[in-house]
C-alpha cells in the first residue's frame, strides 16, 4: 500500500500530514500527487469526500515552498465555486502549511475589499477566490494574475451549474500559458470536457470511483405526496415535512433539509422555525457572517436543522447527520447521491426521507435508475389518520400569546377533515374566537371589503404566495 513517504512531499508537509492524523493516502492522493509534484497538468475526477482537497493543497506547499511572492502578482490560485468551499480549502492549506511559511489572502464576496486589498499588495503565495471576486479585484486594477504558477479549478461541474464558466475562460486567458493546471470535477459534462480540452495540456487523468452509491446504512423512503390544490401544495408539504420529522422521534438528533429552490430553502427554514423547531437556511443569498454562525452552530450541535440548497451544502464538510429529508426530489440524480451521503457516515445508520410530487415523478425514476434499486414507498403520516402533527403549541410564535391546545385540538377534531386541515394552516393568527366561513380559514386576515368573498390567492399566507 502507497504511503504518504512515498509521495515526495517535503518532509514539512509530511509532518503535517501526520499531525493531521492521516494513515494512508486516498486514492484521489495517491493518483493526483506524483503528477502534480512533477510538475503535470492534472484532471482529477473526483467528488468532495474523497480527500481531493489535499489532493492539490499537499503538492502545491511543497512547490511553493521555494520562491517568494510578489506584491500584487500571486503566486498560485485556487478557485471555489462557494465562498464556504474557498474558506475550507483556506483551513486546509492552514493545516498543512504550519511547519512551512506561505502567505495567502481568501478573496470571498461578503468581506470588505480594503482588507483583501492589503492582504494582496503585501503579495501572496496563494490566493484562494470565488470567480467573481476575483474579477472584481482584477477588474479594479489591484491583482495581476500574470504570476500564477498554478492555478487550482475546483469542483468545476458545480461552477458550471452556477453559470462561472465564462468567468473560469476568462480567469485562464488572464493567466501565463505556462501555468500548471489543477483541475477538478465530479462529472466530465461536455462542457466541462470543452474548457479541459481548452486550457489543460496532457494532463495526467486521476478517476476515482462514484462514492458506493447509497450506503446500506441508509435506510431510505420516499412519500409520494399531492397537494390538496396546487396553491396548497407548498404549505401542506411543508406540513408533510413536520410530520415526517415528528415521525422520526427522537432518532431525529440533526438534520439538513434539501430544497431545489432557495426561495424554498428561506421559506421552509423559516416556517419550521415559526413552529418552534430549532432551523436555519443556507444558502448563496445569505451574507457572509450569517453563513459562517449557522453552519457553526450546526457544526458544534446547538442548531438542529439545517435547510439547505445542494449549492450551499456542497462539500461542506459537516459531521455525520442522523437525518436528511428530500423536501423536493433533486433535478439531477447524482445530487441525491450528494445528499444522502450525508448521513449514515463512518459506519453510523443515517436515514433519507424524500417527498415526491407528481410532477417530481420523472426524477425520482432517473434516481432509482442511478442508484439501481427502488426507492421504498413509505405512507403519508397525514393521511394514515395518526397524525395531529402540528400540535397548536407547535404553531404559536414569539410574538403570539399561546392558545389554550386542548380546547382547538377537539375543534380540529370535529371538524371535517379539509377544515381540520385549514386549521393547521401555517400562519398562525387564527384565534379561537375568529369566524367560520373564508375569512376564518385565510388565518384571520379578514379583508377589508371582501366581505365573505376571499380570492384564493389573498387566501394565501405570504410565503404561501412567495412559494407559488
Ligand atoms: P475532501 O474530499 O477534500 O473534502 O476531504 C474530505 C475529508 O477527508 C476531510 O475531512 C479531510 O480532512 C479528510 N481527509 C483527507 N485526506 C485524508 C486521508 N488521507 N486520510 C483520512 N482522511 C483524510
Known sequence: MTKFSDLNLSPKVLKAVQEAGYENPTP????????????????????????????FVLPMITMLARGRARARMPRSLVLCPTRELAAQVAENFDTYSKHVKLTKALLIGGVSFGEQDKLIDRGVDVLIATPGRLLDHFERGKLLLTGVQIMVVDEADRMLDMGFIPDIERIFSLTPFTRQTLFFSATMAPEIERITNTFLSAPARVEVARQATTGENIKQGVVMFKGSRRDREGSEKRKLLRALIDGEGEKCTNAIVFCNRKTDVDIVAKSLKKYNYDAAPIHGD??????????????????????????????????????????????????????????????????????????????????????????????????????????????????????????????????????????????????????????????????????????????????????N
Open 286 to 467: 445569505l451574507d457572509q457572517s450569517q453563513r459562517t454562525r449557522t453552519l457553526d452552530g450546526f457544526r458544534d450541535g446547538s442548531l438542529r436543522f439545517l435547510i439547505a440548497s445542494d449549492v450551499a451544502a456542497r462539500g461542506l464538510d459537516v459531521p455525520s447527520v442522523s437525518h436528511v429529508f428530500n423536501f423536493d426530489v433533486p433535478g439531477h440524480a447524482e445530487d441525491y447521491v450528494h445528499r444522502i451521503g450525508r448521513t449514515g457516515r463512518a459506519g453510523r445508520d443515517g436515514s433519507a426521507i424524500m417527498i415526491c410530487v407528481p410532477r417530481d415523478e420523472k426524477n425520482l425514476d432517473a434516481i432509482e435508475r442511478l442508484v439501481e434499486k427502488k426507492i421504498p414507498r413509505i405512507d403519508n403520516p397525514l393521511t394514515k389518520g395518526t397524525v395531529e402533527v402540528s400540535t397548536p403549541e407547535r404553531i404559536e410564535t414569539e410574538a403570539k400569546p399561546k392558545r389554550k391546545p386542548a380546547s382547538r385540538s377537539r375543534k380540529s377534531e370535529n371538524l371535517p377533515k379539509q377544515k381540520a386541515d385549514e386549521q393547521v394552516k401555517e400562519t398562525p393568527t387564527k384565534t379561537e374566537t375568529a369566524p367560520r366561513g373564508r375569512g376564518r380559514q385565510s388565518g384571520g386576515n379578514k379583508v377589508v371589503g371582501m366581505g365573505n368573498h376571499l380570492p384564493s390567492f389573498i387566501a394565501l399566507s405570504l410565503d404561501d404566495r412567495r412559494a
Open 28 to 55: 484521489i492522493q495517491e493518483g493526483a500527487i506524483p503528477p502534480a509534484l512533477e510538475g503535470r497538468d492534472v484532471l482529477g475526477i473526483a467528488q468532495t469526500g474523497t480527500g481531493k482537497t489535499a489532493g
